[in-house]
């Protein structure tokens, strides 16, 4: 990530000569996304392209055949006349006369080229047209869940109030790209992590987001949008200027967020429904099953230097000082104290995402570009301090308000509580991915997690390992259907 946004100028700044270049990649990695976008979709869409093929050809073919009937209704006409002119002449029998103008095996020739033609331009039409018609459609479908356009009869928002007042809007991709009915369809609640929203699932092309593909599974899917978040600002009594607006933390999320959408979801489709992780968000009750992306739990042992030195330093504490309860990732204040992070001798932010993430393996530069005009977003000041505790202290508790006092008001103890992480139904199916080069979940938290789940069923545990993947490539590698989602779904459809 050369750059992060804010008030419209960049980070680190750029020469012109590297900005032209990287231009210039970004525009090949974008023709090349192209490419293989047009492949996938030609190949997903046999059935669209045949039906253009079909009407195409008989179209051609009835008006060609309509053509060649009215010219020949003509000369029929025209030959009659010559044909009355010769017999008084020349007194010729029909059968003769008709030697003489019969084209023979002419008329069969004429008839192949005519099919023939009919068939190249009926597919060429086919092909066109179905290519044309299904990136249009799930193009202008993604950028309404992308919010850049207006959704018109599309079921693009359902409101969740929680319990403590927080309006959260859940989007939803009720059929795939084949099209069909909604109807029966297992439900899929696809959660986002830290500083992100739903937009997450939707970043790389319709053929290769995880929404999407679900959808094309058969899949009823929903995206789910935490608190704080740009389609979840809402609040029952509160205003998002309002300190008291982001007076939470992860515990929060958990204890609010994720059951009001489950129930909501349940709810609105009849079912036990699946789920999906990224990062942050772990909650595993009535679930019909459950993945966890690299899967942040334990924290002690994070290699993130950002994510490290902003922890170790209180950046968030020193915000949250400053009277900043709204962590905003390009607001001046966040931006400042990044910079000043990124000055520290062992911190190289000349690639924020790197810095932040681990060394991605599988990103094209132009996804970052999209994921830049929509991430991050912002969360909680309360958040981050809570996750930087738990950074420090390499445990999984509730907010530490650093007072015995507070503690005893809010908890009944003078510490906070341990979240129990051997909770998980033995009998819950697992699917659990992690990466070798992930920054922020680093193998041995992930292993400590791991070490939880010993008592875990055999048969309802998977566990996926890439030691080439970090963070963001979860998301956002351009193989990441190949090589993480297709393996998910395959677990899906076994339960």
Known sequence: ?????SRGTSLMGSMSVPHLKRKALNSWAAIQDTYFSTKDTFERHRVVFAVGTSIASVATAWFGYSLRHYHESKVDQR?????????????????EFKKLVDPGPSRTAAWVATAGTALVVGYGLGWRGGTWYANRKFRKEQLKLLGQIKPKRWQLLGQVTTQDGYILSVQRIPVGRSGGTPGNRPPVLLQHGLLMDGITWLLLPPEQSLAFVLADNGFDVWLANSRGTKYSK????????????????????????????????????????????????????????????????????????????????????????????????????????????????????????????????????????????HEPQPSATKNM???????????????????????MKHYGQSTPPAYNMTSIPNDLPLFLSYGGEDALADVNDV?????????????????????????????????????????????????
């Open 1 to 5: 990530m050369q750059r992060l946004r």
């Open 385 to 407: 301090i809570h996750l930087a505790q738990m950074i420090r202290k390499g445990t999984i508790t509730m907010y530490d308000y650093n007072d015995a006092v507070e503690n």
């Open 79 to 95: 030959l009659e006349s010559i044909e009355k002119a010769m017999k008084n002449n020349h007194h010729l029998e029909h059968s």
């Open 234 to 373: 809402g609040h029952t009594s509160l205003s998002p200027d309002d300190p008291a607006y982001w007076n939470w933390s992860w515990d929060e999320l958990v204890a609010y967020d994720l059951p009001a959408t489950f129930q909501y979801v349940h709810d609105q489709t009849g079912q036990k429904l699946h789920y999906v992780g990224h990062s942050q968000d772990q909650m595993l009750n009535m679930l019909r099953s459950a993945v966890l992306l690299c899967p942040i739990a334990y924290m002690g042992q994070m290699t993130s230097p950002l994510a490290r030195n902003a922890a170790d330093n209180f950046v968030a504490e020193t915000l949250y000082w400053l009277g900043l309860h709204e962590f905003d990732p390009r607001g001046e204040a966040v931006v400042k104290l990044l910079k000043d992070i990124c000055s520290k001798a062992g911190v190289d932010c000349t690639n924020l995402l790197t810095a932040f993430t681990g060394q991605n393996c599988c990103l094209n530069s132009s996804i970052v570009d999209i994921f830049l005009d």
């Open 447 to 495: 292993k400590l997690l791991l070490d939880s789940l010993k008592d875990h069923d055999g048969d309802k545990l998977v566990i996926q390992y890439r030691d080439d993947y970090a963070h963001a490539d979860y998301v956002m590698a351009g193989n990441a259907k190949q090589d993480v989602y297709d393996p998910l779904i395959a677990f899906f459809r076994l339960q």
